[in-house]
């Protein structure tokens, strides 16, 4: 079962990274989607994931520039798939680390 937080107990990366990154790891950037018609619109959907070189409390989503919600770690989000072309970026709560900016096409 996945911790609910981060470990102190988790291998500590070099202090020589000590600037944090988060890295959205899926969906990957230019990812295509397609929509089955015969699954329900409420199973339709992914799993936002990011990484960070360091422990953050939680991590900001945000999907065409709106907020759609905070993950703690292991800072995973679930998005429901809805045709169109679709942005998301992730940032550290206080929105002074952000991810590249990835989109997405779902038809």
Known sequence: ???HRY????PQQSQQRAVP???IRHPF??????LDPTIPSAYSTIALKVETNTPLERV???HNQRSIGQAKWPYTLRW?????THQFIATSYDGKVRSRKITIYVQ
């Open 1 to 3: 079962q996945v911790p």
């Open 7 to 10: 470990s102190p107990f988790c």
């Open 21 to 23: 990154t988060l890295q």
């Open 29 to 34: 950037h230019h990812a295509r989607f397609l």
């Open 60 to 62: 900001s989503w945000y």
């Open 80 to 84: 429901s798939l809805r045709k169109g």
